[in-house]
């Protein structure tokens, strides 16, 4: 299994989609090995593109604000994106970006094994409940295996459509109940795939 510090190293050497030509910095995520959380949003922007760090602009602000809304900090937590280079223009990320990404997600999942999954928006919750609306979904969490999945709005939705800053910051507060109440909960096997989630 590779550590965290390889996976940083071959994304930074990754030239599989044409994001490679056009970034500056590769954002592969931050965070500690042994995050309990893992969030995953959707591409660097701006910002996470000159620094290198994921959610570092105005989203990432608002990130922090929520994180301790509920007692953590980002240091607690592991963050990354789906995509792992900025789309030009901050435009959204194209399926063979998102595919060419995707084995480096699944290594930083694997390496770091976190009890919960909070997707952020609709490309990275695409990954784990496809098919699905966020705003059908969102605060709904999810359970396969030991892992709980819970889909979220991006924060950068709540800068852009100010009527879902109430949403996010009620549906985050769903976290530290979810975490605290992991082990008494029965798993409920897979109905139909390895890949389906049972619901709470």
């Known amino acids: 299994m590779a550590s965290l510090e390889e996976i940083a190293k071959q994304?930074?050497?990754?030239?599989?989609?044409?994001?490679?030509?056009?970034?500056?910095?590769?954002?592969?995520g931050d965070g500690p090995l042994n995050a309990t959380i893992m969030?995953?949003?959707?591409?660097?922007?701006?910002?996470?593109?000159?620094q290198g760090h994921p959610f570092v602009g105005a989203a990432g602000q608002f990130l922090e604000e929520l994180l301790a809304s509920i007692g953590l900090k980002r240091s607690d937590v592991f963050i990354a994106?789906?995509?792992?280079?900025?789309?030009?223009?901050n435009r959204d990320p194209q399926p063979d970006e998102i595919a060419a990404c995707a084995h480096f997600l699944e290594a930083q999942i694997a390496a770091i094994h976190p009890k919960m999954i909070v997707t952020l928006g609709r490309f990275s919750m695409a990954k784990f409940f496809?098919?699905?609306s966020i705003s059908r979904i969102h605060g709904k969490p999810r359970r396969h295996g030991d892992v709980v999945y819970f889909p979220l709005y991006h924060p950068a939705a709540a800068l852009h459509q100010p009527a879902l800053r109430r949403t996010i910051e009620d549906d985050f507060k769903k976290i530290p109940e979810l975490l605290a109440?992991?082990?008494p909960i029965p798993d409920e096997p897979p109905a139909e795939s390895a890949t389906q989630l049972s619901l709470f």
């Open 11 to 28: 994304v930074a050497n990754c030239t599989a989609c044409p994001l490679a030509r056009t970034r500056h910095k590769t954002v592969p």
């Open 181 to 183: 109440s992991l082990e």
């Open 130 to 132: 496809p098919g699905e």
């Open 39 to 50: 969030f995953i949003g959707e591409a660097p922007g701006f910002h996470e593109d000159q």
């Open 81 to 89: 994106n789906v995509v792992k280079c900025r789309p030009p223009n």
